[in-house]
């Protein structure tokens, strides 16, 4: 039983985590129909200044966390402004080929930089160690995940459902050209949220140092782990990658736990055959593209 | 009446040898002796052509995109090593005939899996694919030696007669007759009616398909041929190196292989072997710049090649070839026929 709570617990951390690396990317893919297999190195970049900040310059994590957020939506929207904007409406190949160069650049680059040791952000006393929860120890720090990142989620539901900002995304989301006939600035609305999905990853990458390890191949090691998220996910709703995420997060672990000779095994076999079954995303509406 | 017969006769025309078809072969030949203290990346070159030109068989010719192409790369390899270490088929041709057979079947099993679906999901499940056969690589390490590779591949002569040097000339004759006979298969499936269809249907699915061809069934059948042709070159790199590791299996193989055929050029089965050889070159002089980090100039390249636009380098590259030769032809010049886009 006890084992059963941790896993779940663990499990949740986890999918909470990879939800937060990968909303982006859900949102890059489902309003442009852009392949960006590069997401994972905004969230590399997060994760590394946090690391710098934190290690070397001493600031507290609880401030180097929304710095690395910051400085990730700033490269985000840089880097949307002068390269991504330009590739929009080519051919998927042509994108995949941009972000894996992009990908290679940002790896070799950190490697240089930083040295291709797995990095550790030293953290504040308060988050190391456990808390009995309902009589079951827990790790601090993966609460605090659970915490922030729970948070983080209802504010993306409230932002998505209540602002004008949310209906105008989900206006382009489902359809660009009826969106912009109405007069919604979808280049804009698409730089604005391609900026906070690449802050939210560098988020994600400074909250996921600790648990998924932060080293300059953390872009090529999770990608797959993105990927899947969006395309099981769907890309239409934030429900969709919020319920793929935990169910991914839930069953690696889980996986990892029970049948470790499967490793990941399990989880790409699971990806394709719902790839196959419902080519929308579990949970996604069928898009009229 | 008459247009059908100028469509046959252009594609008879097409599918005749050119002058300067014939002098890259003969250059090819001529690099045994030209090179002889380089055969080690001549082979390398040799066997990466081999698996660009599977590519470009799907990608150039079908508009299959995929970013998993090394999962057939790599069950060629293993089938190759395997076979050498456990003496099952000694003889190099023959296990190479049974490596690419095996990634074959692979190729004809999951072809159902990829003709389904946009190009994105195309592009995921082929990762997938490639990721999923890693991981079982590296999960049945007692079969294939996990982490560490296969150990003691050792490969007997070539029909019994040419046994592998020290310097790899042997090596590198067997990969360039390799690579040349399934060239000429390769040549002869896409001139054939079977390889116009397939361009018909990258060119426009809906309407292939209106025209009466079975765009399916045509799919699955060049995807199960592209992965024969790279289950080959994965098998060739692993009697050439005597070498089969999990890397086989690796993104980072795939993606350089889009690369190698980008550099080249789809469509026209030459741009893998040139890209190959331009590839290993650029390799070559970057790791001699910064050893460890080659790969970020691979990268640099892969995001200039596609911020100019793919057709704009070509146009760049091809201009003064096109320019001579127009020279050349002016007399009797006639209007030149595109075949659409490549995607």
């Given at each position: 039983?006890?084992?059963?709570?941790?896993?779940?617990?663990?499990?949740?951390?986890?999918?909470?985590?990879?939800?937060?690396?990968?909303c982006g990317?859900?949102?890059?893919l489902?309003?442009?129909?852009?392949?960006?297999?590069?997401?994972?190195?905004?969230?590399?970049?997060?994760?590394?200044?946090?690391a710098?900040?934190?290690n070397?310059?001493?600031?507290?994590?609880?401030?180097?966390?929304p710095?690395?957020?910051?400085?990730?939506a700033?490269?985000?929207?840089?880097?949307?402004?002068?390269?991504?904007?330009?590739?929009?409406?080519?051919s998927?190949?042509?994108?995949?080929?941009?972000?894996?160069?992009?990908?290679?650049?940002?790896?070799?680059?950190?490697?240089?930089?930083?040295?291709?040791?797995?990095?550790?952000?030293?953290?504040?006393?308060?988050l190391?160690?456990?808390?009995?929860?309902?009589?079951?120890?827990v790790?601090?720090y993966?609460?605090?995940i659970?915490?922030i990142?729970?948070?983080?989620?209802?504010?993306?539901?409230?932002?998505?459902?209540?602002?004008?900002?949310?209906?105008?995304?989900?206006?382009?989301?489902?359809?660009?050209?009826?969106?912009?006939?109405?007069?919604i600035?979808v280049?804009?609305?698409?730089?604005?949220?391609?900026?906070?999905?690449?802050?939210?990853?560098?988020?994600?990458?400074?909250?996921?140092?600790?648990?998924?390890?932060?080293?300059?191949?953390?872009?090529?090691?999770?990608?797959?782990?993105?990927?899947?998220?969006?395309?099981?996910?769907?890309?239409?709703?934030?429900?969709?990658?919020?319920?793929?995420?935990?169910?991914?997060?839930?069953?690696?672990?889980?996986?990892?736990?029970y049948?470790?000779?499967?490793?990941?095994?399990?989880?790409?076999?699971?990806?394709?055959?719902?790839?196959?079954?419902?080519?929308?995303?579990?949970?996604?509406?069928?898009?009229?593209? | 009446?008459?247009?059908?017969?100028?469509?046959?006769?252009?594609?008879?025309?097409?599918?005749?040898?050119?002058?300067?078809?014939?002098?890259?072969w003969?250059?090819?030949v001529?690099?045994?002796?030209l090179?002889?203290?380089?055969?080690?990346?001549?082979?390398?070159?040799?066997?990466?052509g081999?698996?660009?030109?599977?590519?470009?068989?799907?990608?150039?010719?079908?508009?299959?995109?995929?970013?998993?192409?090394?999962?057939?790369?790599?069950?060629?390899?293993y089938?190759?090593?395997?076979?050498?270490?456990?003496?099952?088929?000694?003889?190099?041709?023959?296990?190479?005939?049974?490596?690419g057979?095996?990634?074959?079947?692979?190729?004809f099993?999951?072809?159902?899996?990829?003709?389904?679906?946009?190009?994105?999901?195309?592009?995921?499940v082929?990762?997938?694919?490639?990721?999923?056969?890693?991981?079982?690589?590296?999960?049945?390490?007692?079969?294939?030696?996990?982490?560490?590779?296969?150990?003691?591949?050792s490969?007997?002569?070539?029909?019994?007669?040419?046994?592998?040097?020290?310097?790899?000339?042997?090596g590198?004759?067997?990969?360039?007759?390799?690579?040349?006979?399934?060239?000429?298969?390769?040549?002869?499936?896409?001139?054939?009616?079977?390889?116009?269809?397939?361009?018909?249907?990258?060119n426009?699915?809906?309407?292939?398909?209106?025209?009466?061809?079975?765009?399916?069934?045509?799919?699955?059948?060049?995807?199960?041929?592209?992965?024969?042709?790279?289950?080959?070159?994965?098998a060739?790199?692993?009697?050439?190196?005597?070498?089969?590791?999990?890397?086989?299996?690796?993104?980072?193989?795939?993606?350089?292989?889009?690369?190698?055929?980008?550099?080249?050029?789809?469509?026209?089965?030459?741009?893998?072997?040139?890209?190959?050889?331009?590839?290993r070159?650029?390799?070559?002089?970057?790791?001699?710049?910064?050893?460890?980090?080659?790969?970020?100039?691979?990268?640099?390249?892969?995001?200039?090649?596609?911020?100019?636009?793919?057709?704009?380098?070509?146009?760049?590259?091809?201009?003064?070839p096109?320019?001579?030769?127009?020279?050349?032809?002016?007399?009797h010049?006639?209007?030149?026929?595109?075949?659409?886009?490549?995607?």
């Amino acid at each position: 039983m006890t084992s059963l709570f941790t896993i779940l617990f663990d499990g949740v951390a986890y999918g909470m985590l990879l939800f937060v690396l990968a909303c982006g990317l859900a949102v890059t893919l489902g309003l442009m129909n852009f392949v960006n297999l590069a997401h994972g190195a905004f969230a590399m970049a997060g994760g590394y200044i946090c690391a710098v900040l934190v290690n070397n310059s001493g600031v507290p994590f609880f401030v180097a966390l929304p710095i690395a957020f910051v400085a990730s939506a700033l490269i985000g929207l840089v880097m949307e402004q002068s390269l991504y904007k330009h590739l929009y409406h080519r051919s998927p190949l042509d994108q995949v080929l941009f972000t894996i160069g992009l990908v290679f650049m940002s790896v070799t680059a950190v490697d240089y930089i930083m040295g291709s040791s797995q990095i550790f952000i030293h953290l504040p006393d308060v988050l190391q160690g456990q808390v009995n929860l309902f009589g079951i120890g827990v790790g601090r720090y993966r609460l605090m995940i659970i915490v922030i990142c729970g948070l983080l989620t209802l504010g993306l539901q409230l932002i998505l459902a209540k602002t004008r900002f949310g209906s105008r995304l989900r206006a382009a989301v489902d359809d660009p050209r009826a969106a912009s006939g109405l007069g919604i600035n979808v280049p804009q609305v698409f730089a604005l949220t391609f900026a906070f999905g690449s802050g939210l990853a560098g988020l994600g990458g400074a909250l996921g140092a600790e648990v998924l390890g932060l080293d300059p191949y953390f872009p090529l090691k999770f990608m797959i782990y993105f990927l899947i998220v969006v395309t099981v996910g769907g890309s239409s709703t934030i429900t969709g990658p919020f319920l793929a995420s935990l169910l991914l997060g839930i069953a690696d672990v889980a996986g990892k736990y029970y049948v470790p000779k499967l490793g990941a095994f399990v989880i790409y076999t699971v990806m394709i055959v719902i790839l196959i079954w419902k080519p929308n995303g579990l949970f996604g509406r069928t898009a009229a593209r | 009446m008459t247009a059908e017969r100028t469509v046959g006769d252009l594609a008879l025309a097409r599918a005749r040898w050119g002058w300067t078809e014939i002098a890259f072969w003969l250059f090819a030949v001529a690099s045994i002796f030209l090179f002889s203290d380089r055969y080690l990346i001549l082979t390398e070159m040799a066997w990466l052509g081999l698996f660009a030109l599977s590519l470009d068989l799907i990608l150039g010719y079908a508009g299959i995109v995929s970013l998993g192409h090394a999962a057939f790369f790599g069950v060629g390899a293993y089938s190759a090593g395997l076979l050498a270490v456990h003496g099952i088929i000694k003889e190099p041709v023959l296990a190479l005939l049974v490596a690419g057979l095996a990634a074959m079947v692979l190729g004809f099993v999951t072809s159902f899996l990829v003709i389904r679906g946009s190009e994105l999901s195309q592009l995921m499940v082929t990762l997938g694919i490639a990721l999923l056969l890693r991981e079982l690589a590296n999960k049945f390490s007692n079969i294939t030696g996990g982490f560490d590779g296969l150990q003691g591949i050792s490969i007997d002569p070539i029909l019994g007669l040419f046994a592998f040097d020290l310097y790899g000339k042997t090596g590198y004759i067997y990969c360039l007759v390799v690579l040349f006979v399934l060239f000429l298969l390769a040549r002869r499936i896409v001139n054939s009616p079977f390889g116009l269809s397939l361009r018909a249907i990258r060119n426009n699915p809906l309407r292939a398909a209106a025209i009466g061809i079975p765009v399916n069934r045509r799919l699955i059948a060049i995807y199960t041929i592209s992965a024969f042709y790279a289950g080959i070159a994965g098998a060739l790199f692993t009697q050439t190196t005597a070498l089969a590791s999990l890397d086989v299996f690796s993104f980072e193989r795939s993606a350089d292989l889009l690369l190698v055929l980008v550099i080249g050029g789809t469509g026209y089965l030459y741009g893998g072997l040139i890209g190959a050889v331009v590839f290993r070159i650029l390799q070559d002089v970057f790791s001699s710049w910064t050893p460890q980090f080659w790969q970020f100039w691979i990268g640099l390249v892969l995001v200039l090649i596609v911020l100019i636009g793919r057709d704009r380098m070509y146009r760049g590259v091809l201009w003064l070839p096109r320019y001579l030769f127009q020279l050349f032809r002016k007399a009797h010049a006639k209007p030149a026929v595109s075949d659409g886009g490549a995607p």
